[in-house]
């Protein structure tokens, strides 16, 4: 896993940012799905086919992230999950309606079990005996299932430009038959296809991190956005690093540093990139008069304060 699916993931993990991305998603910003009413649940999906008996093959796949959502009885009553992703997946509803129906076949796979325990509900009371049909799926005519709502999330500047349905994925088919295929449709938060209104909609980090990945690629426009959201100057550590990873950005802050001032940090990268171009044009000078490696590596050093390797890894990443 690289470094950037490590940050995402566990950036997405924090219960206030993923309730955040759900009710911004699914209530324009409401505030219905409270943080602490999240459970974290395995994102290892399993799942045999059921009715095969012994003959189904396991399948397994791994989500990002996957939470039930409590009722103030602490009983689940949907499953939400996210998918990060740092480039655009052109068959997103295949891979998406894949996690969520592989979510659906355990809970039915559960179910079963449950049934077979002996600790699920009797079909028609207490004392009664289950259908054939019943029996041969494992699966009641009163049982129900948790609904599973999975959100994309899109960690670029980049417009969205792939399918967001299974219908966009199909080839060519007459209208009477369209209407008999199955559809699954991606849920997505792409910054790159939001207006700056959808975005305030967020009220966690979040919504920094999506108006910097936004506007990542126009500094301008970047610098009077961080300049006008207050929040950038205490930016949480964690949402600082999802934009670094995310945007190539090179914001410094202190180690244990629990809060960013990004407007401070990006002054900093600013300085730090006009010393680096000093330090260029200082080999460079060094090596057309004659200087060997060595002898650069000791004057730029003595130059700008720079230990002897810290020095060296400088010059030799200019040296030509």
């Given at each position: 896993m690289g470094?950037?699916?490590t940050v995402t993931k566990e950036y997405m993990r924090n219960p206030v940012v993923f309730a955040d991305a759900f009710n911004k998603y699914l209530y324009r910003g409401r505030q219905v799905i409270k943080p602490e009413k999240l459970k974290r649940l395995d994102t290892a999906e399993i799942s045999v086919p059921y009715g095969s008996?012994?003959?189904g093959v396991p399948q397994q796949r791994y989500r990002d992230v996957l939470k039930a959502a409590m009722t103030d009885g602490n009983m689940a009553?949907?499953?939400l999950g996210i998918e990060n992703q740092s480039d655009i997946h052109y068959a997103a509803p295949v891979k998406n309606g894949l996690y969520d129906f592989m979510q659906l076949a355990h809970q039915v796979s559960e179910t079963a079990g449950s049934h077979k325990r002996g600790e699920g509900k009797n079909a028609g009371g207490e004392g009664s005996r289950p259908s054939q049909g019943e029996y041969l799926s494992g699966f009641y005519k009163t049982d129900r299932l948790l609904p599973v709502i999975t959100l994309t999330i899109f960690y670029s500047a980049e417009?969205?430009?792939g399918p967001l349905t299974?219908?966009?994925m199909y080839s060519d088919l007459d209208d009477t038959a369209a209407q008999y295929v199955p559809d699954y449709r991606v849920n997505l938060i792409a910054p790159g296809n939001m207006t700056d209104g959808e975005i305030e909609e967020f009220q966690s980090s979040l919504k920094e991190v999506v108006q910097y990945i936004k506007y990542s690629g126009d500094r301008e426009k970047l610098q009077e956005v961080i300049q006008k959201n207050k929040n950038f100057r205490r930016l949480e550590r964690q949402a600082a690093e999802v934009i670094n990873v995310t945007t190539n950005s090179?914001?410094?802050y202190a180690e244990g540093q629990e809060e960013v001032d990004v407007c401070a940090a990006i002054e900093e990268m600013k300085m730090?990139?006009?010393i680096e171009g000093k330090i260029e044009g200082s080999v460079e000078t060094y090596r057309e008069v004659g200087y060997s490696i060595k002898d650069t590596i000791k004057h730029v050093a003595e130059k700008f304060s720079l230990s002897l390797q810290k020095s060296e890894e400088e010059v030799r990443k200019y040296w030509k």
């Open positions: 470094r950037k699916d008996g012994d003959a009553y949907c499953i417009e969205w430009d299974l219908r966009e090179k914001l410094k730090d990139s006009k």
